[in-house]
């Protein structure tokens, strides 16, 4: 191919690329990610709970088995008591916190907060982590996990446990009892359980119902928040308290989730192929300007010419 004719593809390919990536409209950054008050959800409220960590051994009693857990492994001992552990860990769904200073103390439960726009959904490669349109439960498959841990990283809230002992380990994180006590008795069993009334289970919008109630009627008792309601894009597990939330261990979240910030810029990318069509147009383009400044240096390449026959 003489000189002329490359640099004539080279032109025509950079301006075709170029033109494609023009004509590829960016992906509509969805509209902002409205919370879904009609999906399934618990309220925890601090000031109600006694400590009694009912909900932590209900959890276990019921979870083990679903968790490939063996009883001893969940947790109890061959006497069927129970050694309340210190965090959630591989064998732990959810948790109960007592913190306390000089004047005050308060008890705070952790389990999986079910994000609307859940960050460990939007990592996994593989779909092991995966979040139900319509209960609002995110749920994982861990015949689908390939151990990345991605999950672990990018959950604001430090939830999803990965079981380092385990020769065959898997993630763990509360799932709402999806396959077991929601499945056969409508309700977690944390929720079921609890004594005090400390854990309520419905839908969203209910709870929130609820919870402005109780900030309306006991504005004194509270901190004025309900925690989960806007951050991160809205959690279905959401919280009220008497101590602010970061004391509790809660980090301080802004309402837009990270996720649907990161795969607004993905899909805008990727959206129509734009960015390997832009990669190729650079590319072809810098490959075009190398052959004029070639062509400026040293003049154009005669065409090569057969050797005369004998």
């Known amino acids: 191919m003489s000189r002329k004719s490359r640099r004539d593809f080279f032109k025509t390919a950079g301006l075709a690329g170029a033109g494609l990536v023009v004509a590829a409209t960016p992906a509509s950054a969805s509209s902002a990610h409205l919370p879904d008050d009609a999906q399934l959800g618990m309220l925890y409220d601090a000031t109600k709970c006694v400590g009694c ?16 857990l063996s009883f001893e492994q969940a947790g109890f001992d061959q006497d069927g008591l129970w ?45 092991a982590m995966t979040k139900d349109p319509e209960t609002g439960i995110v749920h994982y498959n861990k015949d689908t996990c390939i151990g990345c841990r991605y999950c672990q990283v990018a959950c604001p809230f430090n939830i999803p446990k990965f079981q380092w002992d385990r020769t065959v380990p898997q993630i763990v994180k509360c799932d709402l009892c999806r396959d077991t006590n929601l499945k056969t008795k ?37 901190v004025p928040h309900i925690y989960g309601e806007q951050e991160m894009g809205g959690t279905n597990h959401l919280y009220l308290a008497a101590l602010p939330f970061d004391r509790l261990g809660l980090p301080t979240l802004k309402s837009e989730a990270p996720a649907a910030f990161s795969e607004k810029i993905q899909h ?10 832009a990669l190729y147009a650079s590319l072809c383009c810098i490959a075009l300007r190398n052959l ?14 057969q050797p005369e026959e004998k």
């Open 53 to 68: 960590k009912a909900c932590m051994a209900a959890c276990k009693r019921v979870n083990a088995q679903s968790g490939g």
């Open 292 to 305: 004029k400044k070639g062509e400026a240096q040293h003049g154009p390449a005669a065409a090569p010419t």
């Open 83 to 127: 050694d309340a552990p210190e965090d959630l860990d591989g064998n732990t769904r959810t948790l109960i916190k007592l913190y306390k200073d000089a004047q005050r103390w308060s008890y705070i439960k952790y389990s999986c907060m079910h994000c609307q726009n859940p960050s460990c959904v939007s990592v996994c490669p593989v779909r």
């Open 268 to 277: 805008t990318i990727y959206k129509g192929f734009i960015a390997p069509i």
């Open 186 to 222: 409508g309700i977690p069993a944390c929720a079921e359980t609890c004594p005090a009334g400390a854990i309520l289970f419905g839908m969203r919008k209910d709870l929130l119902a609820e919870a402005r109630k109780r900030l309306k009627e006991h504005p004194k008792q509270y």
